[in-house]
C-alpha cells in the first residue's frame, strides 16, 4: 500500500513539474507578441531584459551541470548524504526554452521603438559586470582546486536569484512612474505565478517523497525563485488590476505615420483599443 501510494505521489509531482514547465514558458510569449504587435517596447524595463537573460543563461547552466555532470551528481551526493539532486529533465528543458525566447526579448530591444527618454539601465549596467566577474573568479578557484564545480554551480544560482530578484524591482518602478502597465503584458505575470505556485508545491512533495529536505536545501535556486515570483507578480496584478487600470497605449512614432488601430492627436499615437 506505501508503495502505490508513493507511486501515486511521484505521478502527481511528475505532472506538476511539466504543469510548472508548461506555464513558465509559455509566460514568455504575451510579452514578445505584445512587443512584435506594437513594434515598440516602451514600457518594458531594460534592466528587467538584461537582467533577466544573465539570470536564465545562469539558470540554464546550472540545471543543465546538475542534471548531466557525473562529476557535479557525485560532488553533490557527497555533501548531501548520498541523495541526488531534485532536478529533473523539465527543469532542465525549461532552463534552455526560456532561454532561447529571452534572446528573442533582448532583440527586440534593439529592432523595436523604446522611450526615447528612459534612462540607462544603470541597475543590469552594475550588477551584470559583478556577477560576471564573481564567475571569473570562481571559475578560476575552481580551476585551482580550491573549489569544486559544485561550487561554481551553486555560484550560478546564487546569480540566478541576485537577477531574479533585481529585474522585477526597476519594472514595478516604471509602471509606478509611468502611473501605466502599458507595454508590460499581464498574461506574463498570470502564467509566472501559476508556474510559481507549482514550483513550490512540486519542490515540497518530492521532499515528502524522499523522506528528506536535502533536495529543497541542495536546490535552494528554485525552491526561492518559487517565492520570489509569488511575490513579485501579486505586485504586478495589483498594479494592473487595481491602481493603473487605464489602458490607453501613448507612445511617439517618428515617421508621423500611425498604424492601424490607433488615431494621432497633435504627434502622439493613440490606440484606440484596450491594451491586454
Known amino acids: 500500500m506505501a508503495t502505490d501510494t508513493a507511486t501515486s505521489l511521484q505521478a502527481v ?44 543563461l545562469s539558470y540554464a547552466v546550472y540545471n543543465a551541470a546538475l542534471y548531466f555532470d557525473p562529476v557535479v551528481r557525485e560532488q553533490y551526493r557527497r555533501r548531501h548524504h548520498g541523495e541526488d539532486s531534485l532536478v529533473q529533465l523539465n527543469d532542465v528543458v525549461f532552463g534552455l526554452h526560456a532561454l532561447v525566447f529571452i534572446f528573442i526579448t533582448l532583440a527586440q530591444t534593439f529592432i523595436y521603438k523604446g522611450d526615447a527618454n528612459a534612462k540607462r539601465p544603470l541597475l543590469a549596467y552594475t550588477l551584470v559586470p559583478l556577477m560576471l566577474t564573481g564567475v571569473v573568479v570562481i571559475g578560476g578557484l575552481t580551476a585551482a582546486g580550491v573549489l569544486e564545480v559544485l561550487d561554481l554551480c551553486y555560484y550560478f544560482s546564487y546569480v540566478k536569484l541576485v537577477c531574479t530578484f533585481s529585474k522585477y524591482c526597476p519594472q514595478l518602478y516604471l509602471n509606478f512612474k509611468r502611473k501605466s502597465t502599458v507595454g ?24 515528502h517523497i524522499s523522506g528528506h529536505w536535502a533536495g529543497i536545501t541542495g536546490n535552494v535556486a528554485k525552491f526561492a525563485l518559487g517565492f520570489i515570483t509569488i511575490g513579485f507578480d501579486t505586485a504586478f496584478i495589483v498594479q494592473h488590476y487595481v491602481l493603473y487600470r487605464d489602458r490607453t497605449d501613448y507612445y511617439h512614432m517618428d515617421d508621423g505615420h500611425p498604424s492601424s488601430g490607433h488615431r494621432q492627436v497633435k504627434g502622439t499615437i493613440i490606440e484606440t483599443t484596450k491594451a491586454h
Do not use: C, H, M
Open 184 to 207: 508590460w503584458s499581464i498574461w506574463n505575470i498570470l502564467l509566472d505565478i501559476t508556474g510559481g505556485i507549482l514550483s513550490i508545491v512540486q519542490e515540497l512533495l518530492d521532499a
Open 13 to 56: 509531482s511528475y505532472t506538476l513539474g511539466w504543469l510548472y514547465f508548461l506555464a513558465w514558458s509559455a509566460s514568455f510569449y504575451p510579452q514578445i507578441i505584445l512587443n512584435w504587435r506594437r513594434k515598440s517596447v516602451q514600457g518594458l524595463s531594460q534592466d528587467f531584459v538584461y537582467l533577466n537573460t544573465l539570470g536564465f
